[in-house]
C-alpha cells in the first residue's frame, strides 16, 4: 500500500501543502477534503502524513516568519501614517548641519528636501536648456551623460555639504518634458540636486514593500494594494532648480518631469561608513 499522501493527485497535494504553509490548521484542512467525498478518518491520516515531511515543515516556518515580519512593518505603517505632514515629504528652506542631516534623516532612513543647498552652485548660473537640449533633440527618456561629456561640467557641480569629497564622480540625467522614470527602487541612498526644470516625485517607504507587487513596472499608485495604503502611503513632492532631494535606500520613488530637466546625482555621503545597499 502507497503512502498516505500517495492518495492525493498532484493537485490537490499541492492544494493541502500551499494552504497549510499559508496558515491553515490541519482540522480545516480534514474538514474540506472529508466536504470533498473522502472519508474523514482517510483525512486525518493523508493530512497528518503530509504535515509530517520535511519541506512542509520548513515551509510552514519560513512562512510563519514572513507572515511576522509583514505585520511587523504593517505596524510602522500605520505609525508613519499618523506623521506630519501627510502625504507630502518633509521640506526645509535652510539647509540642516550635515549632523542632523545625517542623525535625523540619513541614517532614519528618511526622505528630505533641502530647497537652499546648492546656492553655491556655478551650474544654477551657467546651464541652460539650450546646452543640453537641442531643438532637433529626439531624446525620449531619461539618459545619463557619458564620462567625456560628464568631465568639463564638474567645477560646475562641486560635492553639497552631505556628499563625500572625493568620494567618486557624480552623474549628470537629462529627462525630457513629460518622461517619466516609472516605479523603481532605491538600491542606496542618493542625493538628487535638480539644475534646470522642474519634477514631480512619488514615493514609498521601504516599509511598504510588501505591498508593491511584482512584474512590470506600473505608475506607483497602481502598484499599491487597497486605498488606504494609496492614501497613506505615497509621499509626493516638487522639484525646482536648487532643490535636494534625499532618497533613501529601500524607498520607491517615480519621478516625471514637467519640463525638460537636468538632474545630479551623488551616491558617496558625508557619513563616518560607506553608503549602504539594498540587495
Known amino acids: 500500500m502507497g503512502r498516505p499522501a500517495a492518495r492525493l493527485t498532484p493537485p490537490w497535494r499541492r492544494w493541502l501543502v500551499e494552504n497549510y504553509v499559508l496558515g ?28 509530517k515531511d520535511p ?16 505585520s511587523l512593518l504593517d505596524t510602522y505603517a500605520e ?3 499618523h506623521s506630519v505632514p501627510r502625504g507630502q515629504v518633509e521640506r526645509r528652506s535652510a539647509p540642516p548641519t550635515r549632523e542632523e542631516f545625517l ?3 540619513y541614517l532614519q532612513n528618511w526622505p528630505l528636501v533641502v ?21 532637433r533633440s529626439r531624446l525620449t527618456r531619461a539618459r545619463r551623460l557619458s564620462p567625456s561629456a560628464l568631465r568639463p561640467l564638474l567645477e560646475d557641480i562641486p560635492p553639497p555639504r552631505y556628499a563625500a569629497p572625493g568620494g567618486g564622480r557624480p552623474s ?9 522614470l516609472p516605479l523603481s527602487r532605491g538600491l542606496r541612498n542618493v ?12 514615493l514609498l517607504p521601504s516599509f511598504l514593500l510588501q505591498h508593491t507587487g511584482s ?19 505615497v509621499r509626493q513632492c516638487m522639484l525646482q532648480p536648487g532643490h535636494l532631494l534625499l532618497l533613501p535606500t529601500g524607498w520607491w520613488h517615480e519621478l516625471r518631469a514637467l519640463e525638460p530637466a537636468v538632474y545630479v546625482t551623488f551616491e558617496a555621503f558625508a557619513a563616518p561608513e560607506p553608503n549602504v545597499s539594498w540587495r
Open 172 to 180: 549628470v540625467w537629462l529627462c525630457p518634458a513629460g518622461a517619466t
Open 191 to 202: 542625493l538628487l540636486c535638480q539644475v534646470l526644470g522642474s519634477s514631480r516625485l512619488r
Open 103 to 105: 542623525e535625523h534623516y
Open 55 to 70: 519541506y512542509v515543515v520548513g515551509g510552514r516556518r519560513a512562512t510563519t516568519m514572513k507572515i511576522k515580519l509583514e
Open 215 to 233: 512584474g512590470p513596472p506600473h505608475p506607483l499608485t497602481a502598484r499599491l494594494g487597497s486605498p488606504r495604503l494609496r492614501r497613506q502611503g
Open 24 to 51: 491553515s490548521s490541519p482540522e480545516v484542512l480534514v474538514r474540506e477534503l472529508s466536504a470533498r467525498g473522502m472519508a474523514e478518518a482517510v483525512a486525518v491520516e493523508v493530512v497528518e502524513a503530509e504535515l
Open 115 to 135: 530647497e537652499g543647498a546648492l546656492t553655491d552652485w556655478p551650474a544654477l548660473q551657467r546651464w541652460t536648456i539650450e546646452r543640453f537640449f537641442s531643438a
Open 79 to 81: 505609525l508613519y501614517g
